[in-house]
């Protein structure tokens, strides 16, 4: 990591600013894209909250006063089948011109240490299933594969979700 680069929670003020990331990381992935009109707006307000919420939080890489990564997560106290409460990373972001220099790793060890830090007792990062960098990167943090999930989409109201899939089993 760059010596003059600072790992810190969030400002009210740079919601919008990490949006922007936010924007930029979803038209980096494969099958992403821009996010939908008033889509930043309403992920800067969310990030914004992450300066003071008890349970969600978003740290920030800053190199001479710009921000250039992030991560984000939450403690979730959830149904009660884990140990309370579950940390949870959601999303870890370094502009392009500055990866490669250990940024993403010290903000990866900065929110497991922050998710330890307030109790988590299982710590979880999704990952797309055909992503194997992304999934490699998180194992050498110790995580491991556990969980499968499936998702079934309703394409632009489509109503795909209504219908009954051919093959699906009876009973």
């Known amino acids: 990591m760059n010596t003059g680069t600072l790992i810190r929670r969030i ?34 307000r969310m990030l914004s909250t992450a300066a003071w919420h008890h349970q969600a939080f978003c740290l920030v890489a800053v190199v001479d006063g710009a921000v250039i ?37 010290a903000l990866a060890r900065a929110a497991l240490a922050h998710l330890k830090e307030r109790g988590a007792g299982t710590l979880r990062v999704e990952v797309c299933a055909d992503d194997l960098r992304a999934r490699a990167y998180w194992e050498r943090f110790g995580f491991e594969a556990d969980t499968v999930t499936l998702s079934r989409y309703d394409d632009a109201g489509s109503g795909a979700l209504d219908a009954d899939p051919a093959g699906a089993p009876e009973g």
Do not use: K
């Not at 740079?14 to 821009?34: F, H, I, S, Y």
């Open 11 to 44: 400002t009210e003020s740079e919601g919008p600013t990490v949006a922007a990331l936010w924007n930029r990381m979803a038209q980096e992935t494969p099958d992403g894209g821009p996010l939908p009109p008033g889509g930043e707006a309403r992920i800067g």
């Open 69 to 105: 990564g992030y991560v984000n997560g939450a403690l979730d106290h959830g149904d009660g089948l884990l140990p309370p409460p579950l940390g949870r990373v959601e999303c870890l972001y370094v502009v392009p011109a500055h990866r490669g220099h250990g940024t993403g790793r």
